[in-house]
T-cell receptor, first 117, second 116 residues
Framework: AQKITQTQPGMFVQEKEAVTLDCTYDTSDPSYGLFWYKQPSSGEMIFLIYQGSYDQQNATEGRYSLNFQKARKSANLVISASQLGDSAMYFCAMRARFDNQGGKLIFGQGTELSVKP | EAGVTQFPSHSVIEKGQTVTLRCDPISGHDNLYWYRRVMGKEIKFLLHFVKESKQDESGMPNNRFLAERTGGTYSTLKVQPAELEDSGVYFC??????????????FGPGTRLTVT
């Protein structure tokens, strides 16, 4: 069975510092994708970053980077130089290639990040 | 280009009543997904449409939930009769593709359903 685990219900970070949000996953499928979404208080889900299981390098998108450790089955999100606007709920999600009828995403429980001025 | 829209944004109903949620995907997106987040828990998949056909409805909790997608455009999710445990945020997402692992699903803002 596929599963995503986010063990940090809430995190605090000082503005301008870096923060790491943890995500571990479980799948027996050799082909899968890992996603991070941000959900601010307004409610919309914003796609941040994607990592494929066969990608050799860690994904980066601006201030976001994904620390992908395949052997450990972890896909932690690193936000550099935190900004007040980064305060939000963050979800880690996975999509497996074969054990999946139609591409649904499996989500973790989320981590609520608060950035302090 | 307009994003995924959902209506209403918030609905409060009494136990036993019926509620219908609507989702309008991004124009041209054949794939439409429904997800639900119960308070404090993970977001869970409900079902997936490809055009007007149900591709995967393995996440639908029970037969009180009925999803339709008329003509492959907008979709509705009806809960009848609603129970207290149905409270949560219902998200809709759409995408052009579904065959690989890397494509992005675009999410709507969600409908917050409160059953009292």
């Amino acid at each position: 069975a596929q599963k995503i685990t986010q063990t940090q219900p809430g995190m605090f970070v000082q503005e301008k510092e870096a923060v790491t949000l943890d995500c571990t996953y479980d799948t027996s499928d050799p082909s899968y994708g890992l996603f991070w979404y941000k959900q601010p208080s307004s409610g919309e889900m914003i796609f941040l970053i994607y990592q494929g299981s066969y990608d050799q390098q860690n994904a980066t998108e601006g201030r976001y980077s994904l620390n992908f450790q395949k052997a450990r089955k972890s896909a932690n999100l690193v936000i550099s130089a935190s900004q007040l606007g980064d305060s939000a709920m963050y979800f880690c999600a996975m999509r497996a290639r074969f054990d999946n009828q139609g591409g649904k995403l499996i989500f973790g429980q989320g981590t609520e990040l608060s950035v302090k001025p | 280009e307009a994003g995924v829209t959902q209506f209403p944004s918030h609905s409060v109903i009494e136990k036993g009543q019926t509620v219908t949620l609507r989702c309008d995907p991004i124009s041209g997106h054949d794939n439409l997904y429904w997800y639900r987040r119960v308070m404090g828990k993970e977001i869970k998949f409900l079902l997936h449409f490809v055009k007007e056909s149900k591709q995967d409805e393995s996440g639908m909790p029970n037969n009180r939930f009925l999803a339709e997608r008329t003509g492959g455009t907008y979709s509705t999710l009806k809960v009848q009769p609603a129970e207290l445990e149905d409270s949560g945020v219902y998200f809709c997402a759409s995408s052009q593709d579904w065959g690989g692992v890397s494509y992005e699903q675009y999410f709507g803002p969600g409908t917050r359903l409160t059953v009292t």
